[in-house]
């Protein structure tokens, strides 16, 4: 019993201690309304294992619960005991006072708040963007300089195919300057003796042929009376008689046709000049126009450009020669085939089948089809027939065996590509658009797979690729 009051004395120090800490918590809320917070007393902080000195009221009675039920001996009132109380449970202010401010949650970035696909789609959405305007931009460029484009463009392709014999005859001993003269002179020259043969062929047997096209007009008409279709005489003379009222009534047009024709003869010859004075510089001078052109291009994208232009010329040279091979192989069978099948003008035929096979698809088809509408109105449906077949097993052995075996894997082009691409050529730039569409995607594809294979490491340190592209 002497013990008792010892204890007690003590539970009332302690339960004292913890009210004078209750007051100074509550004052420092009060604090906290008003203004930023001051730092905390060091003396106020107890050393037990950094935890936080500030008691809950509402765990004072469970303390003095706990201190009851415990053995008097086991139950020292200390500071450690009373610091264990949670800051979160704070007591309410006391009447008079302006309750303690509770801190505002931080509102989340709003980028984070977008999701990811979203994000991913806006990204990709501009940079588009961008890329399409830059597009349209280019294309109202070339639009506006159409002709020196086609020049330029044409210029390569006759350089691509006129360069082998420059760097053989360099090769032999030849100054480049000679070389140069020698192969541009003789190549020139070739393709006017062939355009001179057409025209030739063309004005000798035009008069021939237009005999030769009414009597075949006569016989297609005395077919088709007795064909199995019902036409009759009535219906034809309607048709002949809505041809000649359509042909008077356009005479304005197709005479402004002819007057604009005395303008596109011009722009003709300017780009033959320009495409004559290119390729001679290309031949002699091409080495270094393209290290010019690579002092253009930014440092970091300078040795991705330097090794992909070889293997454009490449693949641009490969296909040039193969399309030659390809359309000379069809020009002959072709043109050999309606000359047996007495096709009046087999010769001037064939070279146009030549000059339309640099159009690849189209102008296969629209070659092939000339021949047999000359066919169909000179000799008859059976010889028409006769000569589509020809045209089509030619082309059968050319898409199957001799295009894969002469280009090769280097300009091989998928056929959706090259319809997709000699359509768009054609839209921008008519015929000129629709030859050079599809060695322009050729050369892209080299130059992509290029790039793709250097960026994955497939290019070793000299800048050769690991395999042929």
Do not use: C
Not at 146 to 168: C, E, G, K, N
Not at 246 to 268: F, K, Y
Not at 272 to 293: A, P
């Amino acid at each position: 019993m002497s013990r008792v009051p010892g204890l007690l004395g003590r539970l009332g120090a302690g339960l004292t201690e913890m009210g004078a800490r209750l007051d100074e918590r509550r004052a420092e809320v009060e604090r906290e309304s008003q203004g930023p917070a001051d730092p905390v007393d060091a003396e106020a902080v107890p050393s037990a294992g950094g935890r936080p000195p500030q008691a809950s009221a509402s765990e004072a009675p469970v303390s003095e619960a706990r201190a009851s039920e415990t053995p008097v001996s086991d139950v020292p009132v200390s500071e450690a005991s009373v610091s264990e109380a949670s800051v979160s449970d704070r007591p309410s202010a006391p009447a008079g006072h302006a309750p303690a401010a509770t801190p505002t949650a931080a509102l989340p970035d709003p980028a984070a708040a977008v999701p990811w696909g979203v994000r991913v789609a806006a990204e990709a959405g501009w940079r588009l963007l961008v890329l399409a305007g830059t597009v349209w931009v280019l294309m109202r460029v070339i639009s506006a300089v159409q002709l020196v484009v086609l020049a330029f463009v044409a210029a390569l392709l006759i350089t691509a195919l006129l360069h082998p014999a420059v760097a053989r005859l360099t090769k032999w001993g030849f100054p480049r300057g000679l070389a140069t003269a020698l192969t541009a002179i003789l190549g020139f020259v070739v393709m006017g003796l062939v355009g001179w043969f057409v025209v030739w062929q063309v004005m000798e047997n035009i008069d021939n042929l237009s005999d030769q096209v009414q009597d075949g007009i006569d016989e297609l008409r005395k077919w088709l009376l007795n064909s199995p279709f019902h036409v009759t005489d009535k219906q034809i003379n309607d048709i002949a008689k809505n041809l000649r009222e359509a042909i008077g009534a356009n005479t304005d047009q197709i005479t402004s046709t002819g007057l604009e024709g005395v303008t596109v003869i011009v722009e003709a010859l300017t780009g033959i000049l320009l495409t004559m004075f290119s390729t001679l510089f290309l031949l002699y001078d091409g080495k270094r126009i393209w290290q010019w052109t690579l002092k253009l291009v930014p440092a970091a994208a300078r040795p991705g450009v330097a090794g992909a232009g070889p293997r454009a010329w490449r693949t641009l040279t490969a296909y040039v020669r193969g399309t030659v091979i390809v359309a000379m192989i069809d020009a002959i069978f072709i043109g050999l085939g309606i000359y047996f099948l007495d096709v009046p003008m087999a010769v001037p035929l064939a070279v146009f089948i030549f000059l339309f096979s640099f159009i690849p698809l189209v102008g296969a088809v629209a070659s092939g089809a000339l021949a047999v509408v000359v066919a169909l109105v000179t000799q008859g449906v059976f010889t028409a027939v006769m000569t589509l077949a020809v045209v089509l097993a030619v082309q059968q052995i050319e898409g199957h065996i001799l295009q894969p075996f002469i280009l090769g894997r280097a300009v091989r082009v998928h056929p959706l590509a090259v319809v997709l691409s000699v359509a768009a050529g054609g839209m921008i730039a008519g015929i000129g658009g629709a030859v050079v569409a599809v060695p322009l995607v050729a050369v892209t594809n080299t130059v992509v797979g290029y790039l793709r294979a250097r960026q994955s490491g497939g290019v070793g340190a000299s800048g050769d690729l690991a395999e042929r592209v």
